[in-house]
């Protein structure tokens, strides 16, 4: 194991920033306390350029280093996290809890962002690599548009990116692993929200009504067959639920309900076949009922692809850390992550982090571990280091 030396100076910074971004927890593209907190300290690093505004909040820090790339043109490399947190009420006791209700760090973005600002800090009062890293604060991952906001504002353009890294904690993998693959590693997620419209009425006379909660009941068990009965079981897919509102009254059949949830898969044919099959059963479930269904189901995040020489040099600088035995290949998983997008525009590769024994990414108990600090900010700076070696 070979944490960056000098990280273990740095930690006790890195650390109370991350408390300090964990306690005022912003959403969405509203990460405006979150930006300006990154900005400043990437300016008080002394970063060639600190770029605010990218995708509405997004901040970009750019660090090139000083020795001279022998006999090519030097590389430039993205070096991504994200700052947004989630619309939960926190559930933990810790001293540095959220102080807005409602809302916590959830994702660990908290985590995510101070490692990577650890490594800026490194990063700039080190140089020692041929080429530019181009440091990305990207706001709204959590709703699946921060990285598209960013470029849609010329991200790779304007900063020259050729190549492109994303990291990601996972609760259950040890701290200190690291855990990675070649090729799909997270899935394609599309937003499913059905809106039914029945016939409210007297409980006592339901054969006048069409009662648009069992409507909801029977679309969610008939949907279930998508996966059972539909996709080959050994391909990845998944489709839950995770809202249904409907009903005003203890004493009335309810006329209208509404169901949101989503549907996750790895590959464009499955893709396809959920979607075909998710709108033909809601089809049948109107005739069956005779309930009118409006369904909308909407892209939210593409496949996340790592490409083949970008994995490769992210399981080299990750065994720099942690050792060989600590880097593991895992099979794929059906979260969603906007990342994809950024793998899309430039090659690129996203690696999972190990957060420990902690509770589940999106719980209300959940918290990003602080002794997975020096493998993540480590990580990052092996990964300047090796890639843009002179
Ligand atoms: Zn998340
Ligand atoms: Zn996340």
Redesign the pocket.
Known sequence: MAIVKRVADLLPDIVSWRHGIHAYPEFGFAVHRTSAFVAERLREFGCDQVVTGVGRTGVVGVVTGKRAARNRKPKVIGLRS?LDALPIEEATELPYASKVNGFMHA???DGHAAMLLGAARYLAETRNFAGTAVLIFEPA??LGTGAQAMLEDGLMERFGIEHVYGM?NLPGLPIGAFSIRQGPVMAATDSIEVKIEGRGGHPGMPHQCIDAILVAAQLIMALQQVVAQNVNPLEPAAISFHQLQSGGSQRVIPEVAELRGSMRTLTPEVRQLVKKRVSEIVAGIALVTGAKIDLKIESSDAVVFNHAMQTELAIRAAKDVAGEDNVLETPPVLGG?DFSYLAEARPGAFIWCGNGDSAG?HHAAYDFSDEAIPYGTSFWIKLVENTLAA
Do not use: A, K, N, P
């Open positions: 994200d994702c660990g973005h991952e959590e990601h992550e990414l």
